[in-house]
């Protein structure tokens, strides 16, 4: 029996006693509602029952705890009771049941704690970082990945069948503005008087790719069209900043059960039929589905969103709702009993829509979705803001070869996923107990 369901037990014992004896006139016992206090000069556990009994029980909550302390049986778990405030009953546990817990952890060893997750709860899709693949990451991706995997790893012990999910934000628009800022540099680089567009990737990432190009190519791409030279370099520069996010992840320990492309949903198999369609038909079967100004309307205002979603627009573009419309069918058309997205958190006004259409299917409340804050970074206390190396942003590339892969993990999820992180390089890369990472490592060895 558990620590928590035993105490309960013995308050439950206590509570029974003493309205057999008649010393509480209770029509029917109350829970002993048994709580963790905030602060640990207030005990082990804490129960509250003698405040949710005073109006039942005609008595001041103090002297309702007083007479169940009275009658607390014997026993060897408790060490000290102590009624407090208004009629708090503050448990001390014994030694004898914390060197319990100590030798359980021992003889079970890495098995402590694990538990069991029933059919139909247990197969959980768990889905993070996800960013575009037009560029490095940024700091802000190290949290997730940070939160993502170790999210993952405790679930997986508590008992549920976690797929660890990446999904490639390929299609759509920014993926030729992409090409087209790769082919302005490349044109640059090899002399020719082009200007960078006002929509563009404009880091010096962007430079770097088209001089891979012109190492590996040539000038070659410069004697065909700007249409064939963009759709060629779209697709290199995808690969290749692909190719650097899976290295940047696998280098800090996180990896994924399935890269999955947004690209697919819209690739007909042999009948025609694409995720997009599919997941149109079952929402038009549902009736969320209406035509209105050319456009297809998803009813979302049926289920509580603000207001009703565009899904493809009148000139036939699938909106990036759609995407995720799509996407979000096919993941629970693949057998998840639940689905688990992390997103940052300017995405907040996007949550209600997407429940509903999960709602609009007949899966009310299998989507869950954790918001995180920024990482502000910090040098010696003071903000940082530029990488040294590129003059533009710091990447997580960066941050984890300067502080070490460890220390970064450690230093993202010290703080709940809704508080920002003020991350700090020089501290997190010292070797004394100044920095939270090195006083751990330390009492660990």
């Keep these: 029996m558990e620590i928590r369901e035993s105490l309960e037990a013995i308050i439950d014992a206590a509570i029974e006693a003493a309205r057999a004896d008649g010393s509480l006139e209770l029509s029917e016992?109350?829970?002993a509602a048994l709580e963790r206090p905030r602060d640990e000069a207030n005990g082990d556990w804490a129960s509250t029952v003698a405040m949710r009994s005073a109006k039942?029980?005609?008595?001041?909550?103090?002297?309702?705890?007083?007479?169940?302390?009275?009658?607390?049986?014997?026993?060897?778990?408790?060490?000290?009771?102590?009624?407090?405030?208004?009629g708090f009953i503050n448990i001390r546990l014994s030694d004898t049941v914390l060197q319990g817990i100590v030798r359980e952890v021992r003889e079970e060893a890495e098995n402590f704690g694990k538990g069991t997750i029933p059919e139909g709860e247990r197969y959980v899709n768990l889905e993070y970082v996800s960013a575009n693949p037009t560029g490095p990451f940024h700091v802000g991706h190290g949290r997730w990945a940070s939160l993502g995997?170790?999210?993952?790893?405790?679930?997986?012990?508590?008992?549920?069948?976690v797929y660890e999910e990446y999904y490639i934000n390929d299609h759509g628009n920014q993926m030729d503005v992409f090409g087209n800022s790769v082919s302005?540099?490349?044109?640059?680089?090899?002399?020719?008087?082009v200007e960078m567009p006002e929509a563009c990737y404009g880091g010096a990432y962007v430079k770097d790719i088209a001089q891979e190009i012109i190492d590996s190519d040539g000038d070659k791409w410069l004697n065909v069209s700007d249409e064939e030279r963009?759709?060629?370099?779209?697709?290199?520069?995808?690969?290749?900043?692909?190719?650097?996010?899976?290295?940047?992840?696998?280098?800090?320990?996180?990896?994924?059960?399935?890269?999955?492309?947004?690209?697919?949903?819209?690739?007909?198999?042999?009948?025609?039929?694409?995720?997009?369609?599919?997941?149109?038909?079952?929402?038009?079967?549902?009736?969320?589905?209406?035509?209105?100004?050319?456009?297809?309307?998803?009813?979302?205002?049926?289920?509580?969103?603000?207001?009703?979603?565009?899904?493809?627009?009148?000139?036939g573009e699938a909106t990036y709702f759609m995407s995720d419309v799509a996407y979000h069918y096919d993941k629970m058309m693949r057998g998840f009993d639940h689905l688990i997205?992390?997103?940052?958190?300017?995405?907040?006004?996007?949550?209600?829509?997407?429940?509903?259409?999960?709602?609009?299917?007949?899966w009310p409340g299998a989507l869950e979705v954790q918001l995180g804050q920024l990482v502000n970074l910090f040098r010696d206390?003071?903000?940082?803001?530029?990488?040294?190396?590129?003059?533009?942003?710091?990447?997580?590339?960066?941050?984890?070869?300067?502080?070490?892969?460890?220390?970064?993990?450690?230093?993202?999820?010290?703080?709940?996923?809704?508080?920002?992180?003020?991350?700090d390089i020089e501290v997190a890369k010292k070797k004394d107990a100044s920095n939270p990472v090195y006083y751990v490592q330390y009492a660990h060895a």
């Design 29 to 31: 016992a109350p829970e």
């Design 56 to 86: 039942l029980a005609h008595k001041n909550p103090r002297e309702i705890a007083q007479i169940i302390v009275d009658h607390i049986p014997a026993n060897d778990m408790i060490a000290a009771v102590e009624i407090a405030g208004p």
């Design 149 to 161: 995997d170790a999210m993952a790893r405790v679930m997986r012990h508590g008992g549920y069948d």
């Design 184 to 193: 302005v540099r490349y044109q640059q680089l090899l002399g020719r008087d």
């Design 230 to 315: 963009v759709d060629a370099f779209r697709e290199m520069a995808y690969d290749m900043t692909l190719k650097n996010q899976r290295e940047v992840l696998a280098n800090f320990g996180t990896t994924f059960d399935k890269w999955f492309s947004e690209r697919s949903l819209y690739v007909e198999d042999e009948n025609g039929e694409s995720a997009v369609s599919r997941s149109l038909d079952a929402m038009r079967e549902k009736g969320y589905l209406y035509e209105k100004d050319g456009a297809l309307w998803f009813r979302s205002t049926d289920l509580g969103d603000d207001k009703d979603r565009v899904l493809i627009k009148g000139d």
């Design 341 to 362: 997205d992390l997103w940052g958190a300017d995405h907040h006004g996007y949550i209600k829509r997407c429940e509903c259409m999960l709602e609009a299917w007949g």
């Design 381 to 423: 206390g003071k903000a940082v803001r530029m990488s040294k190396r590129t003059g533009e942003m710091v990447t997580f590339e960066e941050l984890i070869d300067e502080v070490g892969v460890d220390a970064t993990r450690y230093l993202m999820l010290s703080r709940s996923a809704d508080q920002p992180i003020d991350f």
